[in-house]
């Protein structure tokens, strides 16, 4: 276990944010206020990490225990306290301990380390087919749309692992997968099969939805 362990509010959500993703959410628990203005005054991360269960009414909520530490960077708030912030994703963390707060979740949380590559040639010939599968994906989007963007890829194999991730159709369990792995090649070995699979049916009637039961052989959460 890391000796680094850092106290950080948890967000338990219905959706699963990955590193350096932009995301917009509607908070509608005027009690997170605080917290959220907190964060936004001292630029303190918060942990958004994937509901796992809870009761109907929406109490005593479980959370999946690896999320993604994530900036708040700026905040709407409207008069029923009710509020949207727009987040980027940070890091991942692992939550170690849940700590017990009156008006928010807060864990003791460490980072999740990406491991080395074993085979760096292995590793780069992976990068290089997830990316030229997913420059391919990108592509034949946008030539359906009126106008023309020009798309930066990231150089960075950790980096584009993610970005992929986070534009592939994927459902909770899928990404939540995806987010605990920690082996860049591990995470491209898993994608490219559906980039592959995304790039024959746009050919036909549009991107499918991928479900968490086509992970399965790489699904082991937390």
């Given at each position: 276990m890391s000796q680094h362990l850092e106290k950080m509010p948890i967000l338990p959500l219905d959706m699963v944010v990955f590193p350096f993703s932009h995301n917009r959410i509607h908070i509608s628990d005027p009690m997170l206020?605080?917290?959220?203005?907190?964060?936004?005054?001292f630029e303190k991360p918060i942990a958004i990490v994937l509901i796992r269960t809870h009761?109907?009414?929406?109490?005593?909520?479980?959370?999946?225990?690896?999320?993604?530490?994530?900036?708040?960077?700026?905040?709407?708030h409207y008069e029923n306290g009710r509020m949207d912030i727009q987040i980027l994703g940070d890091r991942?963390?692992?939550?170690?301990?849940?700590?017990?707060?009156?008006s928010t979740m807060m864990g003791s949380v460490e980072p999740v380390v990406e491991a080395a590559a074993?085979?760096?040639?292995?590793?780069?010939?992976?990068?290089?087919?997830?990316?030229?599968?997913?420059?391919?994906?990108?592509?034949?989007?946008?030539?359906r749309q009126d106008f023309q963007i020009q798309v930066v890829f990231p150089t960075d194999p950790f980096?584009?692992?993610?970005?992929?991730?986070?534009l592939l159709p994927l459902d909770n369990l899928a990404k939540q997968s995806l987010l605990e792995m920690t082996n860049t090649s591990e995470r491209f070995r898993s994608m490219i099969p559906f980039l592959q699979t995304?790039?024959?049916?746009l050919n036909r009637q549009g991107l499918q939805?991928?479900?968490?039961?086509?992970?399965?052989?790489?699904?082991?959460?937390n």
């Open positions: 206020r605080p917290v959220i203005d907190e964060c936004v005054r009761n109907a009414d929406g109490s005593d909520i479980e959370p999946y225990l690896v999320g993604t530490a994530v900036q708040i960077e700026s905040v709407d991942r963390i692992r939550i170690r301990e849940m700590l017990h707060s009156e074993e085979d760096q040639m292995a590793a780069d010939a992976l990068f290089d087919t997830a990316r030229t599968e997913f420059e391919e994906l990108m592509k034949r989007l946008f030539a980096v584009l692992s993610f970005t992929i991730a986070n995304q790039n024959i049916n939805r991928i479900v968490a039961q086509e992970f399965q052989e790489w699904i082991s959460l």
